[in-house]
């Protein structure tokens, strides 16, 4: 009964979605990306909590939490962000005939 709930709402929000003139593959992949930058976030504070509630760092948990760091470090300068929402930009196709609309621009040189 709730996996059928789950599945109405997910169409009806995908629905929504086209109403409002949205192609959903750029909103999924914006989701994405955002899923993909949070996830070490979340595991390097993770890591930290358990470290706290035990009492100690082992070696393994210490270089976990260092790599996490640069791995944070690294997807958050200010470089990789652009590129990032460039490429996002690539999926905005307003007029629906699957061709992203940055593509389809002429060349004005």
Same mark, same amino acid.
Do not use: C, Y
């Given at each position: +009964? /709730?996996? $059928?709930?789950?599945?109405?709402?997910?169409?009806?929000? &995908?629905? =929504?979605? $086209?109403?409002? =003139?949205?192609?959903?593959?750029? %909103? *999924?992949?914006?989701?994405?990306? %955002? *899923?993909? +930058?949070?996830?070490? /976030? *979340?595991? %390097?504070v993770v890591e930290y909590v358990l470290a706290f509630t035990i009492g100690r760092v082992s070696d393994d948990t210490?270089?976990? !939490?260092?790599?996490?760091? =640069? !791995?944070?470090?690294? !997807? &958050?300068?200010?470089?990789?962000?652009?590129?990032?929402?460039? &490429? *996002?930009?690539?999926? %905005?196709?307003?007029?629906?005939?699957?061709?992203?609309? $940055?593509?389809?621009?002429?060349?004005?040189?």
């Open positions: +009964m /709730i996996k $059928q709930e789950l599945i109405n709402k997910a169409k009806g929000v &995908f629905k =929504n979605i $086209q109403i409002a =003139n949205i192609h959903p593959t750029g %909103v *999924l992949a914006t989701r994405l990306l %955002v *899923l993909v +930058m949070l996830v070490p /976030i *979340l595991l %390097v210490g270089k976990l !939490i260092t790599v996490g760091i =640069n !791995i944070i470090d690294h !997807i &958050f300068i200010p470089s990789v962000l652009t590129a990032l929402v460039g &490429f *996002l930009a690539l999926w %905005v196709d307003k007029d629906g005939d699957g061709v992203p609309d $940055q593509l389809e621009k002429e060349d004005t040189k």
